[in-house]
């Protein structure tokens, strides 16, 4: 089986400031381990992916994730937050032999000019 | 530029009625799925199909159908409309993992 976990709900900050969002994930194997963003009444869009290799992952709109194996953990992560970073992110793990991701409850980042 | 497309942004159907929300991509992905999005509770499975007219049921499939004829076409059918169902509704399809989702179906039955 396979799960994940996005622990806050909501997370808040300041523009200009760093940015994290939190994400752990439970499987069997190695993860396929994804970040989305939603903005309002759209569908999802892909920010980036961990499949193998360097356990820094960069993705769009100036977005990173760092994979760690031992804490089980994926945290979206961007140095400088914008005010249109604001929007719903979802985590999203999968296991090759699954064929089909398990999705976190997302959580809501609000960014404050 | 990939294209996941669904067929309706807004729609409002009557209780009892048989709702049809369709899906086409126009990457020649094998994998397609069926997402019902709620406050609160995230993104929840409801069918997903891996070819043509192959399907497996996700994690809420109770009230629903769905019918792959073709590969890039991906059709959910709530059989008997229900307000429990109201909700917003995504389709996907993957390759390698990665999902492209269509832009959403907001469904209210009334």
């Known amino acids: 089986a396979q799960s994940v976990a996005q622990p806050e709900d909501q997370v808040n900050v300041a523009e200009g400031n760093p940015l994290t969002v939190k994400c752990t994930y439970s499987?069997?194997?190695?993860?396929?381990l994804f970040w989305y963003v939603q903005y309002p009444n759209r569908g999802l869009q892909f920010l980036l992916k961990?499949?193998?290799?360097?356990?820094l992952v960069k993705g769009s709109y100036g977005f990173e994730a760092e994979f760690n194996k031992s804490q089980t953990s994926f945290h979206l992560k961007k140095p400088s937050a914008l005010v249109s970073d604001s929007a719903l992110y979802f985590c999203?793990?999968?296991?090759?032999?699954?064929?089909?991701?398990?999705f976190g409850d997302g959580t809501t980042l609000t960014v404050k000019p | 530029d990939v294209k996941v497309t669904q067929s309706s942004r807004y729609l409002v159907k009557r209780t009892g009625e048989k709702v049809f929300l369709e899906c086409v991509q126009d990457?020649?992905?094998?994998?397609m799925f069926w997402y019902r999005q709620d406050p609160g509770l995230g993104l929840r499975l409801i069918y997903f199909?891996?070819?043509?007219?192959?399907?497996e049921k996700g994690d809420i499939p109770e009230g629903y159908s769905v019918s792959r004829e073709k590969k890039e076409r991906f059709s959910l059918i709530l059989e008997s409309a229900s307000t429990n169902q109201t909700s917003m509704y995504l389709c996907?399809?993957?390759?390698?993992?990665?999902?492209?989702f269509g832009q959403g179906t907001r469904l209210t039955v009334v």
């Open positions: 996907a399809s993957s390759f390698t993992g990665q999902a492209f």
């Open positions: 499987v069997s194997g190695n993860p396929y």
């Open positions: 961990y499949i193998t290799g360097d356990n």
């Open positions: 999203a793990v999968m296991t090759p032999n699954a064929g089909k991701s398990t």
């Open positions: 990457m020649d992905h094998e994998n």
């Open positions: 199909s891996y070819d043509v007219k192959m399907k």
